[in-house]
């Protein structure tokens, strides 16, 4: 059966406190990994895709990192405003619909 | 661009009554889906549409929910008759193509008295 499980469900760090997310994917043939970023009372907004093993994207304090079997999500030196709550999601080969984890809960203290 | 519209904002209703939540897609965009989000389940599909046409609709949980998209630009989920176990956030995303990155709406929270 296709999963998706995040790790830790929170998190709490303080300001400039680097750390990682991780996201274990079990899926026959995936298509894509997805990043998210949602705030409260908000939509989720897309952050980064990766399709490969070994694939890297970056985006300011972020950092994606994809193996065979899991997505690490590296946050640097993370600031207040980078409190959310992160989503990954697998979509498989075999059809186009997401499999979503629960999210990771981020909290940074200033 | 404005995003992905959805309204209401928030919903509250008494249980029987009938809930119509609609959402406007990004121009452009052919895909549209409908998610349910709680803290117990979390993101679940429930249905999506492709060019206007439902696709897969096996996220329904039952026959008191349906969806129509008469058009590119607006989109209803309808539940008739409401249930206290309907409350929840409901999301409209639609993208540009299947395998593309979502854009969400800011969400509808249903709350079923």
């Known amino acids: 059966e296709d999963q998706v499980t995040q790790s830790p469900e929170a998190l709490r760090l303080q300001e400039g406190e680097s750390s990682s997310l991780n996201c274990s994917y079990t899926v026959s043939g995936l298509r894509g990994l997805f990043w998210y970023r949602q705030d409260p009372g908000k939509g989720p907004e897309f952050l980064f895709t990766l399709y490969s093993a070994g694939e890297e994207k970056e985006k300011e304090r972020l950092k994606a990192t994809l193996t065979k079997k899991e997505s690490f999500l590296h946050i640097t030196a993370p600031k207040p405003e980078d409190s959310a709550t992160y989503l990954c999601a697998v979509q498989a080969n075999s059809n186009y619909q997401l499999i979503w984890g629960a999210g990771t809960k981020l909290i940074i203290k200033p | 661009d404005a995003g992905v519209i959805q309204s209401p904002r928030h919903e509250v209703t008494e249980m029987g009554q009938e809930v119509t939540l609609r959402c406007k897609p990004i121009?452009?965009?052919?895909?549209l889906f409908w998610y349910r989000q709680t803290m117990m389940r979390g993101l679940e599909l429930l249905i999506y549409f492709n060019n206007n046409v439902p696709i897969d609709d096996s996220g329904m949980p039952e026959d008191r929910f349906s969806a129509k998209m008469p058009n590119a630009s607006f989109s209803t989920l309808k539940i008739q008759p409401s249930e206290p176990r309907d409350s929840a956030v409901y999301f409209c995303a639609s993208s540009l193509g299947a395998s593309e990155k979502l854009f969400f709406g800011s969400g509808t929270q249903l709350s079923v008295l």
């Open positions: 121009s452009g965009h052919d895909y």
